[in-house]
């Protein structure tokens, strides 16, 4: 019986080899989606796709130096939001398009405040609003 390892790694080599343009395979370790390998492709984005970002250096401080991220810094989220959605925070609710999408915490698992803002934002063609629909 072949082991379900060798069987995945055969998978994505057939994969690699008939694709006109090599995947990019991520390697997810964080709790913000599940833990495992992704493949992300360059297509466009919509809501709902998973995309792999680089923090903003002041917040990869932070989420490094908390350990919430590996030294890499990589952070693999869904898009909730694209250019010309309007993204708000209201005390602890997070809307997209005038609709209640999460609820923000506080504190992380540590008791450590987390960083908030307040306000809303219309999102520009270069931007993206990603939220985890899983704690971590």
């Given amino acids: 019986m072949i082991s379900p390892l060798v069987a995945s790694t055969a998978l994505l080599l057939v994969l690699v080899s008939v694709s006109e343009r090599p995947p990019h395979f991520v390697w997810n370790v964080s709790p913000s989606v599940p833990v495992g390998l992704y493949v992300l492709d360059s297509e466009t984005l919509r809501v709902g796709d998973t995309v792999v970002l680089h923090l903003p250096p002041l917040a990869e401080r932070l989420a490094v130096g908390r350990r919430y991220l590996p030294a890499s810094g990589l952070l693999l989220k869904p898009i909730a939001a694209i250019a010309a959605d309007?993204?708000?925070?209201?005390?602890?609710?997070?809307?997209?398009?005038?609709?209640?999408?999460?609820?923000?915490?506080?504190?992380?698992?540590?008791?450590?405040?987390?960083?908030?803002?307040?306000?809303?934002?219309l999102l520009r063609p270069d931007e993206l609003f990603v939220l985890s629909p899983l704690s971590g």
């Fill in 86 to 121: 309007r993204v708000c925070r209201w005390q602890a609710h997070v809307l997209i398009n005038g609709r209640v999408q999460a609820k923000a915490v506080l504190r992380d698992a540590a008791g450590r405040l987390l960083p908030t803002w307040q306000g809303c934002r």
